[in-house]
């Protein structure tokens, strides 16, 4: 079965630092997809950056960034310079397979201070 | 604007009543998903739908009920056999059921037992 584990509950940064987020998964799909959703208070998740599982380059979404171990099932994401509409609860998500259905992590709750 | 639309934003249960929660998406995607969120977990999937007048369980589906009679709309009845029905619901769309294709969500239903 797959899974999705995120270690940090909550996380902390200054205004215009950056913050390493952690996820590790485990899958035995051949072929898959990880994600990292984002979610504020206002509760609607909000895909912040994706990565296919074939594809060594890790991806890039203007000041979002991935660090993908494919052989050590890590998911990391980084934010720089963050701001503080960063603030939000982050998921890690995986899935694979014929169909796409989505396995998220328990989250991580990310606080910025100015 | 295209995106999918969830009402109520609250809902309230009685005890022995079955309730539904509307989804209806105008982004012409043929694959639909219903999650439950608990505090402190990620979300869980209840039902998902790849095609009109076809769904299948997903890995929470006691208790819950769909229909997907016509591609805009995936209701989600929650049935009196749920004992435990109060969760933050979100719906989901992606343009077909591949695994590679994005999900992209609405802004959720409260439910709450009265």
């Known amino acids: 079965a797959q899974t999705v584990t995120q270690s940090q509950p909550e996380m902390s940064v200054q205004e215009a630092e950056t913050v390493t987020l952690s996820c590790t998964y485990d899958?035995?799909?051949?072929?898959?997809?990880l994600f990292w959703y984002k979610q504020p208070p206002s509760r609607q998740m909000i895909l912040v950056i994706r990565q296919e599982a074939y594809k060594q380059q890790n991806a890039t979404e203007n000041r979002f960034s991935v660090n993908f171990q494919k052989a050590a099932k890590s998911f990391s994401l980084k934010i720089s310079d963050s701001q503080l509409g960063d603030a939000a609860m982050y998921f890690c998500a995986s899935n694979g397979g014929a169909t796409n259905k989505l396995i998220f992590g328990t989250g991580t709750l990310l606080a910025v201070q100015p | 604007d295209g995106g999918i639309t969830q009402s109520p934003k609250y809902l309230f249960r009685k005890e022995g009543q079955n309730v539904t929660l509307s989804c209806e998406q105008n982004l012409n995607h043929d694959a639909m998903y219903w999650y439950r969120q608990d505090p402190g977990q990620g979300l869980r999937l209840i039902y998902y739908s790849q095609i009109v007048n076809d769904f299948q369980k997903g890995d929470i589906a006691e208790g819950y009920s769909v229909s997907r009679e016509k591609k805009e709309s995936f209701p989600l009845t929650v049935t009196s056999a749920q004992k435990n029905p109060t969760a933050f619901y979100l719906c989901?769309?992606?343009?077909?059921?591949?695994?590679?294709?994005?999900?992209?969500f609405g802004d959720g239903t409260r439910l709450s037992i009265l």
């Open positions: 899958t035995s799909e051949s072929d898959y997809y």
């Open positions: 989901a769309s992606s343009t077909h059921g591949g695994f590679n294709q994005p999900q992209h």
